[in-house]
């Protein structure tokens, strides 16, 4: 069964840094594409980088402050957030697909697994 689990939101001031993790059962992190997102409260969901085959691309919205890695021996998958901002609050979500289309890897219909979200709030 294909699970995948995110954690490691939390509560931390603007400048400050979070590590989200992303553990997953049912398959090897380095055979699927596995992507993070969000969505804060009355907007879309936001795709915010991925991996593929070992390569990793992040949006321009937080390209240069979150990072994405991996770690295939512990089959999980973590997003690096430095500088976060208010404008980063959002419940956080990791996706993975063992077949997207390859159009837009950040878009949420490429995905049809996800994990449960944890929040992330950035106060002022």
Do not use: H
Request: net charge negative; with cysteine; hydrophobic share 35%.
């Amino acid at each position: 069964e294909v699970q995948l689990q995110a954690f490691g939101g939390g509560l931390v001031q603007v400048g400050g840094s979070l590590r989200l993790s992303c553990s997953v059962s049912g398959f090897n992190v380095r055979d699927w594409v596995i992507a993070w997102f969000r969505q804060a409260p009355g907007k879309e969901r936001e795709g915010l980088s991925y991996i593929s085959w070992g390569e990793t691309r992040s949006s321009e919205s937080v390209q240069g402050r979150f990072t994405l890695t991996s770690d295939n021996a512990r089959n999980e998958v973590y997003l690096q957030m430095n500088n976060l901002q208010p404008e980063d609050t959002a419940v956080y979500y990791c996706a993975a697909d063992p077949a997207p289309t390859y159009a837009d890897l950040l878009q949420e219909y490429e995905y049809d697994y996800w994990g449960q979200g944890t929040q992330v709030t950035v106060s002022s």
